[in-house]
């Protein structure tokens, strides 16, 4: 592993973030990452966060069209409330927050909690739960669903919503109708290691993958042997229409894991194009990279979320996050 030491790696990662993008403002002490221009006046502001290892979700997507602030945890594991009311408080301009959580047990409890200590100190807090993915009911970490690559899409839109001036509760009523459109399902070819541990968080035997995987290495559906960019694609695409049934285009991500190279994603998305053709899917917009991760897993994740006219005009508004860029 490229590290110094287990204790300092998400510090040292923050560090290296504040070097590399000084349009952000980064907090590494209270591990919270800001727009320099925070807060904005007369606009929402969005926050969201939770354990490191995800990147570049979730610091990567903060900047003008998308995040307020983020909050960092330690590798797989949620921030603090401390940590979010500290967020909110430094993106709060009268507007309101909006917190975007992904559906985790200690990510709910902590926003909660941080929601309330908010409140109390005269910010207005209004929350949205992302558990987008298909795949399982209930997890290692989860009560109902958990919540993956429905995130990018909820912090983009609901972004350029508050980027636009949207009052906090036509935001809100954005990102919830953006996460209700959504549907994700994720494939492990390899498992993930954490810093300390430094080994494999979980055993999957050589020639063998898990489909349905959570991003913490929580298991899926089954495991089976080795199957082509091609079989999975059929398995995961239908797996997701067979959950959302969209009647109209979607927004497709296509996404690794944080250990799968662009040669092969690419070529899994050509394949995920193929069953959304075959199934009379319309694609509006494609999104392919490393995005939501999970360390170093090898593997991918299929998100689809259907659009309308408002929700396409409000992706394809502009971002300018250090892991989103378009438009301007």
Known sequence: MLINVPESVVADALRGM?????????????????????PMAGKVGLVSGGGS?????????????????????????SPVPDQMVRAAAAVDSGAGVLFVVKNYTGDVLNFEMAAELAEDEGVQVAKVLVDDDVAVTDSLYTAGRRGTGGTLFVEKIAGAAAEEGAPLERVEAVARRVNERSRSFGVALSACST???????????????????????????ERRAMMTSREIADFAVDAVLEDL???????ALVNGMGATPLLELYGFNAEVQR???????????????????SLDMAGCSVTLCEVD????RLWDAPVQTPALRWGR
């Open 53 to 77: 290892g995800h990147e570049p979700l979730h610091a990567g997507f903060v900047g003008p069209g998308m995040l307020a602030a983020a909050c960092a945890g330690e590798v797989f594991t």
């Open 18 to 38: 504040a070097a590399a993008h000084p349009e952000l403002t980064v907090d590494v002490g209270n591990r919270v990452v800001l727009r320099r221009d925070a």
């Open 245 to 251: 049934r969209p009647s109209g285009p979607v927004l």
């Open 309 to 312: 006219e408002e929700l396409l």
């Open 275 to 293: 069953v959304l053709a075959e199934r009379r899917i319309p694609v509006a917009r494609t999104l392919v990279g490393n995005y939501v991760t």
């Open 195 to 221: 810093p300390t541990k430094g080994s494999p968080t979980f055993e999957l035997p050589h020639g063998e993958l898990e489909l349905g995987i959570g991003i913490h290495g929580e298991p899926g559906r």
